[in-house]
């Protein structure tokens, strides 16, 4: 399975699809355009997916900083972004599950689950098509796992603590902690002191409690994100 050796993607040289920044830079953004219209059929784009990326470069940021085993600045720059590209399989989801205003039912429930399957298909042909070691590779492990949660109640395979990959785990922080920052389609918006003190209650719950820690020790840098 994919998510059987943890090593795979820690410290892991990843090609980009040429040697160039601009280039790379070029494929990110289209990547993101095509994100964006994915989010946007939730109404709920509004800038989600560029603060997820921001949320997450400070945290990996926080990770290099404190030494973070096997963790490496190259790394953290795929993490930063194949974040953006976590929902993508939500263009698999149909409009009227999307729309529906109120709480879905179990097969609704499970069609909406299925987008994490969907968006991880979808980037690992795109890696296979690249000659696989692009950061499209982490960002198919980041849409398939970024709703896996610490304690083994997320989906969709169930995953508990450090076998749920490491880019996952970020990702399910820094978007996780937007949803009730900013709200969401599902989610109300909390102030930003109740953001903070839901994802520190969440912390060894739902997400990892050390990179949880760290995240929520950069409260000032994340604070800026959500300024008017």
Known sequence: MWFNDKSVFVGKRFRTTADSK???ELHGLLAECFASRAEDRTGGADGHIRRVKQLAGILVRAM????YPDFTAEYADNIILASALHDLGKIAVSDAILAKKGELNVKESQLMQSHTLEGAKILEDISAALGGGTYTAVAAV???GHHERWNG????DRLKGEDIP?????TAIVDG???LAAGSPYSRK??????????????GIYYDPVLT???????????????A
């Open 153 to 156: 109640c997320g989906y969709p």
């Open 213 to 227: 820690d760290m995240f929520l020790s950069k409260s000032e840098q994340i604070a800026e994100i959500y300024k």
């Open 142 to 144: 980041i849409a398939r």
């Open 166 to 170: 490491l880019a996952a785990r970020v």
């Open 22 to 24: 601009e280039l790379l």
């Open 177 to 179: 902690f937007d949803c």
């Open 64 to 67: 290099l900083e404190n030494n």
């Open 190 to 203: 909390l102030e930003l002191s109740e953001a903070f003190k839901a994802v520190r209650e969440f912390s």
